[in-house]
């Protein structure tokens, strides 16, 4: 079992900044791909940023420029670095593991508030 611990959330002015960071457990972290996800109420979910085990990132076209992720496998972290923030990254976000690194994210986090206000 991965435990998978999400903090850095809160209210921050549009254009400010916030890092996520997420630690999650396990031996074998280092060849986990790890996503941020978020979600509004009413809405899916979206997948925001990935990383995989080689350090391959994606950034879904709304955050590009603006979000960057990265992990510290000594730590066991991921974190997501969001600047020039907008009312509409408002959301929970949620970090996920996925330890067979193909994109089926198994393991997730309780999901941390982010508040983005204009």
């Known amino acids: 079992q991965v435990q998978v611990v999400e903090s850095g959330g809160g209210l921050v002015q549009a254009g400010g900044s916030l890092r996520l960071s997420c630690a999650a457990s396990g031996r074998t972290f280092s060849t986990y791909r790890l996503g941020w996800f978020r979600q509004i109420p009413g809405n899916e979910r979206e997948l925001v940023a990935a990383?995989?085990?080689?350090?391959?990132?994606y950034h879904a076209d709304s955050v590009k420029g603006r979000f960057t992720i990265s992990r510290d496998n000594v730590q066991n972290t991921v974190f997501l670095q969001m600047d020039s923030l907008k009312p509409e990254d408002t959301a929970v976000y949620y970090c996920?593991?996925?330890?067979?690194?193909?994109?089926?994210?198994?393991?997730w986090g309780q999901g941390t508030q982010v508040t983005v206000s204009s």
């Open positions: 990383i995989t085990s080689a350090r391959r990132t």
């Open positions: 996920a593991a996925d330890p067979s690194d193909s994109g089926s994210y198994v393991y």
